[in-house]
């Protein structure tokens, strides 16, 4: 079998039903001083008239309010760090399940109390977060493999049939689509154009094209033209970069603003899946099973972590210290991001080819096994486990305080802490 060979089928692998992401700005004291006393001196004429208890529940909602965590494309944000500004959940459970239409590796997306997740059949269901009841679905003619990205009230979603799809957010209603020349296996990417004159879309085909879409309506600002299949989805490094690996066995940085080649950096093979930035670093994972940090400004290898035998399958999360990434040796395989050497391994009983979590005080990942885990940064000491019941090859995501991850039998799982989180 030919090394392109390997990565269409590698890739094919994953998605079959056998394998198993302030302050306020401080007015200006010293312009709004004198409105503020005469308010103040008008306010104690009148009297306050505000009750010992409102004045408490104005205080403690101040206190206690605390910035809502959504994860709105693959990997949290474009970036595709895969890392959340928060703790992970304790003592979990399962706060609902949902049977979706088929089997499930796609990553969900998760913004303002609503799921979004696609299934094997091409599906896409739209869920209410607290709940898991279904509000929407939508359907493609052929799989959906990655999380859709959402931005300006629209949810633009992949699919194998070759399209991405504009849809409404809250009906599913379709706006627009865009026919590639193949499969689209790759979750879009949204974000605001470098001059913020308006909102686009990113992607990456099957048919090794690059492309960037005004959000509007579809049509091609730019694109950028490859030797080979493109599975993965496209980072924003530095506001000015587009980072993305492929079956070329190449790292292309390209210029955001108009598409233009700025490095192409080999590796040893081919990249089956998204890489993850942190900074002006990119990190990922190839078929020689090798893990690989490229310098994006200075365009070169800075350091290889190899360890058995067995390809790095998933997308690495990463954080000021470490690099996180799954391997079909069963392993979560901690490495240490300034060196590439290893901090530790945390074996479990099957492949991990979903992408982990990185939470403040933890990492979340699934396993073929069937089984959730949570484990320590300094050692990797387990925390938890939840069985599923189901071979998780879908990428875990978190939102609405809650992490989603669905199962190749279809079933999406939302997990919890059992008691409410303290902001």
Known sequence: MSPADRCIVGRELARTPCLPKREQPRGLR?????????????????????????????????????????????????ALSGNVAANLPRDPVIAWTFTASGPISAEAAIVAGRVFVGTG????????????????????????????????????????????????????????????????????????????????????????????????????????????????????????????????AQLHVVNLKDGTLVHKIPTSAQIPASIGTFGTMAFCGNYANQTVAFDVIGGKVAWTYEDRSLPFFSSPAINERLVLIGSRDKSLHAIHRATGESAWKFKTGGRIEGSPILFEDGVVFGSTDGRLYAAGLDTGAELWQLDLGESLVASAAFGDHQIIVSGEKGTVFAVRSRAPQKP
Not at 60 to 69: D, F, H, L, R, S
Not at 70 to 78: A, D, E, L, V, Y
Not at 125 to 141: I, N, S
Not at 231 to 245: K, Y
Request: proline residues 4%; hydrophobic residues 40%.
């Open 30 to 78: 010293e312009a709004l001083s004198a409105a503020l006393l005469a308010c103040a001196l008008a306010f104690t004429a009148c009297g306050d008239r505000s009750t010992p208890d409102s004045k408490k529940k104005s205080a403690a909602q101040k206190t206690t309010a605390a910035p809502e965590i959504s994860w709105p494309m693959t990997r949290g944000g474009p």
């Open 121 to 248: 059949k091409g599906t896409l269901h739209c869920l209410a977060a607290d709940t898991g009841r279904e509000r929407w679905h939508f359907d493609t003619k052929d799989a959906i493999t990655a999380a859709p990205a959402l931005a300006g009230g629209r949810v633009f979603l992949s699919s194998n049939d070759g399209r991405l799809y504009a849809l409404a957010a809250d009906t599913g209603q379709e706006a627009w689509q865009f026919a590639s020349e193949d499969k689209i296996s790759a979750g879009a990417i949204a974000i605001k154009a470098p001059d913020g004159s308006a909102d686009w879309v990113l992607l990456n085909g099957y048919d090794g094209t690059t492309r960037v879409l005004n959000a509007a309506d579809g049509k091609i600002i730019w694109s950028y033209k490859t030797e080979d299949f493109i599975n993965g989805s496209p980072a924003v490094v530095d506001g000015r970069f587009l980072v993305f690996g492929g079956c070329d």
